[in-house]
């Protein structure tokens, strides 16, 4: 509740939230990245462990940025919940010879305010590291 003793409306990520969340993680910037998230933020990537605060993630973003060539993720839907917030859609990988693949993606977000507490992306990036994809 605010001092007025009006509740305020939980935030509910837009397309413009999207746009940037994913812009920072297209540019490969792991600080950039960070900065979206809680100082006590989980994150997940596939069947990877998880990963506890921020220097931690930006050290297992960072690491992962530097065995590809770059990223483009593409949204192709969103839905809110009270904190939390899912999306789907794509992103295609250009490895470092320059082929590039593209994984269908979900990433559950937990949310305080307009920042990531939890971070948990399910995909299959098998085909990112297999020399026949």
């Given amino acids: 509740m605010s001092g ?3 509740a305020l409306a939980p935030f509910a990520p837009d397309r ?7 812009a920072v993680i297209d540019a490969r910037d792991a600080d ?7 100082p006590d933020a989980e994150f997940r990537f596939g069947n990877a462990p998880a990963v506890h605060g921020r220097e931690a ?5 960072a690491g992962f940025f ?5 990223c483009r993720h593409r949204l192709l839907g969103a839905w809110n919940g009270t ?3 899912v999306c789907e859609g794509e992103v295609t990988y250009t490895r470092q010879d320059g082929s590039t693949v593209t994984i269908p993606f979900v990433n559950v977000f937990e949310l305080r305010g307009e920042r990531v507490a939890s971070y948990r ?3 299959d990036n098998a ?3 297999s020399k026949s994809a």
Avoid: Q
């Fill in 4 to 6: 007025a003793g009006v």
């Fill in 16 to 22: 413009a939230w999207w746009g940037r969340l994913f």
């Fill in 32 to 38: 950039g990245f960070v900065a979206l998230l809680t």
């Fill in 57 to 61: 993630i930006r050290a297992a973003v």
């Fill in 66 to 70: 530097t065995v590809i060539a770059g």
């Fill in 83 to 85: 904190g939390t917030t």
């Fill in 121 to 123: 992306i399910y995909i």
């Fill in 127 to 129: 085909p990112l590291f």
